[in-house]
């Protein structure tokens, strides 16, 4: 195993170092002493237009940050992803979510001897053929009925993302169908998603790659109980047979587990699975984006992976100077490290993307939250910003207060697309066009900001301007893209992967495991006996979670 380096012993981290205390931003400046600044820090990656100008670099600190890629070894490590090397070394595993979009079935790419990019089309091909099935209505119920409603029941990275690129893709699904999600064990998840369905027209997908989760199985069985129950009250089914032909026809898994499928009473042959080189937060572009493929088409689903592939190409070729994914992903380190900012905004003016800094928030945090190297040391720097973020121009009415005039440095990236999904005036008004000079509006605001002076010639009453002025120097990324077809929407899934792997490399941690997320679903089942009324069980546990079940027992109504 390749140790780490220790990215605070590179001579490129003492560089930033000391530009970091001679550092005062200036914006304003900045621009006002170098009118090409705009285009000089403006790239493009595929379809992605990525303006950097209004972030902390310059002529000396960008250099900087690009040296210390080179002295952690950025590239070697990338070029051993791509290859197929186990670099999610806890878990001894390859990491190869870009293989799951590489467009050539025959690419060659060998991984522990098996032909990875062959397995990824063999699935993809099956996945395409059951979508065209289901979206035709070649597929039908136990009834004959064609399926109308797709309840996918998954969890994390199951859920996560497809919910995300389904809101994303809205304009794309075929109108006489609808998804659904259900992911949270709180069975009021379920029954709300479930309680105007048609029974006769619903298929469920079951997202678990074991068949073991917990929260995934619960979920499926309370979907079997409730399919079964509904069909029964309607005299569509009466006998044991026919129950399992309901489950067959109503239920597909995304899974590898064959055994455990059949025993829920799945057809095997309906089982679409992926592999253990696919981390659950890196999986919508695998068979777990079954439900969207369905939703939006094979071709759409299809373009969603170009729009990956094109980006990973760009991450894995372009000069470093250019290189979107490594500039924005050593402006965090940039950031997190030297200005040491705790959290990072995305914020998409774009409202089919709600649900992206949601997306972001297990990809980034779950991938970088850690605080061991890969080599099981220490880390010797912060690692991992809180993402979060809300659409504009909603944002602006919550939480920019805080972003413009707080005492917190929040770097934040700003998303939109020049072509709208849905074109409506207001009378004369273009909405979209007076949506958009919001988001141009702000990053100005935030790059700029506005001085006392500017504020008295307001007219302002004088005790009144300090609470009035705008310092400006907060940091922004603008991100722009034609529109939000399917394939920008891979784009920019891809391009925040490979920000996280950045960060992750220069940090010396594995960003692929989530050890972090196990403690809590161990304590839970120990803890469970306890809930339900075993005595022996609760005392067990600590005082605090004692008085807890204490109340819970107490309190609650049967």
Not at 149 to 168: C, F, K, Q, R
Not at 184 to 211: G, H, M, Q, W, Y
Not at 300 to 320: C, K, Q, T, V, Y
Request: charged residues 25%; contains cysteine; hydrophobic residues 45%.
């Amino acid at each position: 195993m390749q140790t780490p380096v220790d990215p605070t012993s590179t001579a490129a981290w003492a560089e930033l170092t000391t530009l970091h205390e001679g550092y005062t931003p200036d914006l304003k400046a900045a621009f006002a002493d170098d009118p090409e600044r705009a285009r000089r820090y403006t790239f493009d990656a595929a379809d992605l237009h990525v303006d950097l100008s209004k972030n902390f670099l310059d002529d000396e600190v960008l250099p900087a940050l690009l040296q210390l890629a080179d002295e952690v070894g950025l590239a070697e490590r990338r070029e051993a992803m791509y290859r197929g090397e186990h670099i999610n070394v806890t878990e001894d595993r390859a990491v190869l979510h870009t293989a799951l979009r590489l467009p050539d079935p025959s690419a060659g790419l060998i991984v522990d001897g098996q032909d990875v990019a062959k397995d990824v089309h063999e699935v993809l091909d099956r996945i395409d053929a059951f979508a065209e099935k289901v979206r035709s209505g070649a597929w039908t119920g136990v009834t004959g009925k064609r399926i109308e409603t797709v309840v996918n029941i998954g969890i994390g990275g199951s859920d996560l993302g497809p919910v995300m690129v389904y809101e994303a893709l809205k304009p794309y699904v075929q109108q006489d169908l609808e998804c659904r999600f259900v992911s949270n064990i709180d069975p009021t998840d379920i029954a709300e998603k479930t309680r105007d369905l048609d029974p006769e027209t619903t298929l469920f997908i079951v997202v678990s790659k074991t068949f073991t989760t917990l929260e995934t199985l619960t979920n499926a069985r309370l979907a079997r109980a409730w399919l079964l129950e509904r069909l029964a009250e309607a005299g569509a089914i009466d006998e044991e047979a026919g129950q399992k032909e309901a489950v067959a026809k109503h239920f597909v898994a995304v899974s590898t587990a064959l055994d455990k499928v059949e025993a829920f009473g799945i057809d095997p042959a309906n089982a679409f699975g992926f592999w253990n080189w696919v981390g659950g937060r890196y999986s919508v572009d695998s068979a777990v984006g079954t439900v969207l493929a369905i939703a939006i088409g094979p071709k759409n689903f299809r373009d969603f992976l170009a729009g990956f592939h094109a980006i990973d190409e760009h991450f894995r070729s372009a000069a470093p100077e250019k290189n979107v994914p490594l500039l924005m992903g050593l402006l965090n380190v940039w950031y997190v490290n030297f200005f040491k900012a705790a959290s990072h905004a995305v914020l998409p003016y774009a409202q089919y993307l709600h649900r992206f800094p949601a997306y972001l928030q297990q990809l980034t945090m779950e991938s970088n939250g850690k605080s061991v190297r890969w080599d099981g040391t220490p880390v010797t720097t912060d690692t991992g910003e809180i993402f979060w973020g809300e659409p504009g121009t909603n944002g602006q009415h919550a939480f920019y207060q805080l972003i413009h005039q707080g005492t917190r440095l929040i770097p934040a990236d700003f998303i939109a697309v020049a072509t709208p999904a849905n074109p409506l005036k207001d009378g004369e008004t273009d909405v979209h066009e007076l949506f958009l000079s919001n988001f141009f509006a702000q990053t100005a605001a935030l790059a700029f900001g506005k001085t006392a002076g500017e504020v008295r010639a307001e007219g302002t009453r004088e005790e009144v301007v300090p609470a009035r002025v705008f310092e400006g120097n907060r940091p922004t990324t603008s991100i722009m893209a034609p529109a939000l077809t399917p394939s920008v929407v891979g784009q920019l899934i891809a391009l925040y992967e490979h920000i996280t792997f950045v960060e992750g490399i220069v940090w010396g941690i594995d960003s692929f495991d989530q050890w972090g997320v196990e403690l809590g679903k161990q304590l839970a089942m120990k803890i469970a006996p306890a809930v339900q009324g075993d005595e022996a069980a609760k005392l067990e546990q600590d005082p605090s979670t004692q008085a807890l079940i204490d109340y819970y027992l107490a309190k609650r109504e049967k």
